[in-house]
């Protein structure tokens, strides 16, 4: 299984645009990248997911440069809401009986300041 | 439409006794699986149920065991806890084929071992 490694935290202030890059340098050709957003005491959240290139969606943006060895989510004007761990993940999402082998790192703690 | 659906919230057990959690998934999810986070760390997975059979295991010990019911809910049993066993308990539901939206998290059980 591919593992990833991203910052422990990062800071920001509201209304900023903030990038978490995850670097996953053995990724395989199956292999999706997904991210994860959990605030403390609940589940983590799918924020989204991509294989290549750029995916958008209303929450926010991933960039997958041709290599795929790395990734970098998006978070377009950031509010204080948005302090949370985010998580990068890798595995093989063509079939979704093995996603119980995805492996959360510790993530990264975003905090968005005033 | 609910979301997984975890019970109890908390609970408080002495060490050596035995836990049940229980877990209902989204609707139209038909596979389980069980996470342990440790404070500050990222979800560990323990193991997975489809089709009301354990189909993938995490580095967990037997003392941990599982059941999927026919309407797709689940259990997950600790027996002979220990003080480590206190973590928060996080269930997950997602499709075995045909990937969507990933994992679908409940708020979890926080289980305390005195």
């Known amino acids: 299984l591919a593992k990833t490694t991203q910052p422990i935290s990062m800071d920001s202030y509201e209304g900023q645009e903030v990038n978490i890059t995850c670097s996953h340098n053995?990724?395989?050709?199956?292999?999706?990248i997904t991210w994860y957003q959990q605030f403390p005491s609940q589940g983590p959240r799918f924020i989204i997911q991509?294989?290549?290139t750029k995916v958008t969606n209303e929450v926010a943006s991933l960039f997958i440069p041709a290599d795929r060895k790395s990734s970098t989510l998006s978070l377009p004007r950031v509010s204080l809401s948005d302090t949370a761990v985010y998580y990068c993940?890798?595995?093989?999402?063509?079939?979704?009986?093995?996603?119980?082998?995805?492996?959360f790192g510790k993530g990264t703690k975003l905090s968005v300041k005033p | 439409d609910a979301g997984v659906t975890q019970s109890p919230t908390h609970l408080i057990k002495t060490r050596g006794q035995q836990v049940t959690l229980r877990c209902s998934p989204k609707?139209?999810?038909?596979?389980v699986s069980w996470y342990q986070q440790a404070l500050g760390q990222g979800p560990q997975f323990i193991f997975q149920?489809?089709?009301?059979?354990?189909?993938q295991r995490g580095n967990f010990p037997d003392r941990f065991s599982g059941h999927q019911f026919p309407n797709y809910s689940s259990e997950l049993n600790v027996n002979a806890l220990l003080l480590g066993d206190s973590a928060l308990y996080l269930c997950?539901?997602?499709?075995?084929?045909?990937?969507?939206?990933?994992?679908?998290f409940g708020s979890g059980t926080r289980l305390t071992v005195v």
């Open positions: 149920y489809y089709e009301e059979e354990e189909r």
């Open positions: 609707s139209g999810h038909d596979t």
């Open positions: 993940l890798v595995g093989d999402m063509t079939n979704g009986g093995s996603q119980g082998n995805l492996i």
């Open positions: 991509g294989y290549k």
């Open positions: 997950a539901s997602s499709l075995a084929f045909g990937f969507t939206d990933g994992y679908t």
């Open positions: 053995n990724i395989a050709t199956n292999d999706y």
